[in-house]
Structure formats: C-alpha cells, structure tokens
C-alpha cells in the first residue's frame, strides 16, 4: 500500500514519528506542499520563506539519500492532494500535529473533510510534548515530561516508493533585506547544537537576557525548532547527556543547563496554551481589555517602532537589529512589545504581526500568548513595563551595542553567530 508522508513543520528526517509510521505501513510518497495562500497572510515574511526552502532542500537531500525522492507541489493542499492520489492511488496520509496560525488551522479542517470524503485515512501524530484535545493542565507536565524522556524515532534504513513528479517553485512572497538571518536546513543544527552544548552554553543563564552577550550564549535553536529541522525531544536528550557529563566538574555548565532545559520545557508549555485556545491570536485573553487601545494604530508611532526611530536609542538598536538578523533575545523581545504596548499604546494585534514578520523562528504558539502577556491583555499575569533606558543601562553599560546599532553608516554582516558590534 502506498502513503503519503505530509511535511509540514516538521522538516527533518530525524526523530520523526510520522515518518517512522508511513515507512512501516509500505511504501511513501513524502511530500511538501508550497501553500500560495500561506504565504500571503499577514504574519509570514520573506525571510522565513528562504528558511524554509533552505530547510526543505535539507530534506530532500536526506531522503534522496534513503532511496526516495521528495516530491514538492505548489497549490491549495487538498487540490495537490487530490491530484496526486490520482497519480499514485494512495489510501493513507501520515503527518505531525502542527499548532500553527488559524490559517493552517481551517486548512487542516479542510483537508479532513476532503479525506473524509475521498476515504483517505489521515493519520497526524504528537512531535512534541504538546498535546491535543487536553482536557486540563494537571498532569500534563508528567505527559510532556515522559515524551521527552521517550526513545527517538529511528531512522529508515532504506524508503521506497512511486515518483512523483515536482512542481517548480516560484518567489511566492518578496524577499525582505535580512542580511544576517540563520540558514535554514540540518547542517546548521548539529554545527550549532553542538557549539552550545561543548562552549557556548556555559554562560547561558548568565548572558542569554542582554543582546550583546546573548546572540552567541543563546543556543540560537529557535528558528529550526519552529520549522522542525530538529525535535525538541532530540535537543532536550542531548542536553541531558551533557548535564550528566559536567555534573560537578566544571563552574557555570550545571546551571545554564538547567535553565536550557526549562525554557525547553517553557516552550511546550506556551505552544499548548494557543492548542488549548486558539482565539489568542485574535482576541484579548480577557475580554474586558477589548478596546483599551485603539484597534487602528497611529500610523506614525507604528511607523517610528518598527523602523527603529522612537528616540529610545535601546529599544531602536534592538529594532534595527532584529530587522537585520531576524532574531533578538527573549528579554529584548519582551521589552520592545511592552514599549509598543504602554509607552506607544499600539494595540497588540497589529504590532505582534510586525514582530511574526520579523521573527525567522515566528513561533504561534509562543508569539501570541507572549505578546498578550507583554501587552497586559490576559487578565492573570503581572503588567510588566519595562524601563527602556534602566534596560539599556543594565544590558548594554558601556552602549557597545546601541552605538553599533545606532550608527547608520555601519553595514551589517550576514551570516549566522557572526557579530554585528565591535
């Protein structure tokens, strides 16, 4: 019998439990789909589209290299899938639970509909410690915990299947000018999984909430987790071997290990929050806060907050460096919402569709619920404003990075892990 195996955010061959299933029930046709109307919502950006293409040429190669070919379609998926079951008569379709934005979300509705009435099986199965249709959070940390722990798929040895023609892929979003966004694909993610765990994590929960020290003591994994180049139960087991390795024996290793695998464990815990509901993208987890701020922003304090010209030299370097590099560390991006939000008084929607934009590794399930936390709108957390200029005195003292930043005659290096201050 013959499959297809769905990509989606799960672009890897690696720990794969989608693919370990398809393999054992015969053979497969892996696919990827290219979604015009995907890349022609608001939260997706020219940068991620070449991550992606990055990553999925990543995959092609590895699955060339276990005797398949992947075959790459443009179009509507349940028209693609439609056609190619034509081709091929598959009777099954394996993919991953993907907690994506509420447009994959009635595209996934879709294609059950469509599977239902063609009578495809479409079997979608857990990457993560996420779980679906959850009842409520206790015992839910022991679950994510457990999955964690769990073996990892193993790799085929050896795929087969029928060819399947590909489609040619077109520019489908403009390209924007990030010259130091991370290349996407496998390779980048041993290279730089590997440097965190051996020399750069030691710092970690020491440097990671200042952007002069965090762009190389963060594990800068963040983009490949959200596009699936690695899983997080791979990464998180292999920051278990390295904690049991330095247990005792070398300063700073044990903490910032501890603290990686919590935020590990964060990021489960904030993607379940939009699974669980999945209105936080669009409307205020407590709905009181509705009309605090005006729904259309004023258009020149939007203006001036993404180009990175409030005044607010930190914040303005922070904005100018995300534009560059598609990536700012956590606290950072907490404090440039939390500007937006109080000291501008822009609504969170249109605000935290900039930032999606601007985010290689834009994360749905960690951006929205972050950005009503950032913006006071959840009704349960502590409004948190930041202090601009005591955060730029504490992250950046001697202001190597605002000055970098801030100087427009600089040009600003590509590459990733390549520093742009002096």
Not at 117 to 144: F, K, M, P, Y
Not at 322 to 350: C, E, K, Q
Request: hydrophobic share 40%; proline share 6%; net charge positive.
């Amino acid at each position: 019998m013959t499959s297809v195996l769905w990509f989606k955010r799960d672009l890897r061959v690696q720990d794969h439990p989608a693919l370990a299933l398809a393999a054992a029930h015969g053979e497969i046709v892996p696919l990827y789909i290219y979604e015009p109307d995907y890349w022609a919502q608001p939260d997706v950006s020219g940068r991620q589209f070449d991550f992606v293409m990055e990553s999925v040429a990543a995959v092609a190669a590895d699955l060339r290299a276990l005797g398949v070919d992947l075959t790459i379609r443009v179009g509507r998926a349940v028209d693609v899938l439609s056609g190619l079951k034509n081709q091929t008569g598959f009777d099954r379709i394996f993919s991953h639970e993907e907690t994506g934005n509420g447009w994959t979300y009635a595209r996934d509705r879709e294609v059950a509909e469509w599977c239902r009435a063609d009578g495809v099986i479409w079997e979608e199965v857990a990457q993560s410690g996420v779980v679906r249709r959850l009842n409520g959070r206790d015992g839910w940390a022991v679950r994510r915990n457990a999955f964690m722990r769990a073996p990892q798929c193993e790799m085929p040895m050896t795929l087969c299947g029928p060819q399947a023609v590909s489609d040619p892929v077109p520019r489908l979003i403009a390209p924007d000018q990030c010259p130091g966004r991370q290349t996407g694909g496998r390779p980048a993610v041993l290279s730089l999984l590997g440097s965190f765990l051996m020399d750069r994590g030691r710092t970690y929960r020491r440097d990671m909430s200042s952007p002069v020290t965090g762009e190389a003591a963060c594990s800068r994994l963040s983009p490949y987790l959200a596009f699936g180049c690695v899983s997080g139960r791979e990464v998180a087991q292999a920051a278990a071997v390295r904690q049991r390795e330095v247990k005792g024996a070398q300063a700073g290793w044990g903490g910032s290990l501890k603290s990686f695998q919590a935020r590990l464990a964060w990021r489960d815990h904030f993607v379940q929050k939009l699974e669980d509901q999945p209105t936080l993208e669009y409307q205020c987890l407590h709905s009181a806060y509705e009309g605090l701020r005006p729904r259309t922003p004023d258009p020149v304090r939007l203006a001036a907050w993404q180009a990175g010209e409030t005044g607010l030299p930190f914040v303005d370097a922070c904005m100018r460096y995300l534009n560059a590099t598609g990536w700012l560390n956590f606290r950072m991006r907490s404090m440039v919402m939390a500007v937006a939000f109080y000291h501008l008084w822009l609504d969170w929607r249109g605000t935290g569709l900039h930032l999606a934009r601007q985010f290689t590794d834009f994360e749905p399930g960690i951006h929205w619920p972050q950005v009503q936390m950032q913006s006071g709108t959840t009704g349960m957390n502590t409004v948190r404003i930041y202090n601009p200029v005591k955060q730029g005195r504490d992250q950046d003292p001697d202001g190597r990075f605002t000055f970098h930043l801030m100087d427009r005659s600089h040009r600003l290096l590509a590459g990733p892990l390549q520093r742009i201050f002096l």
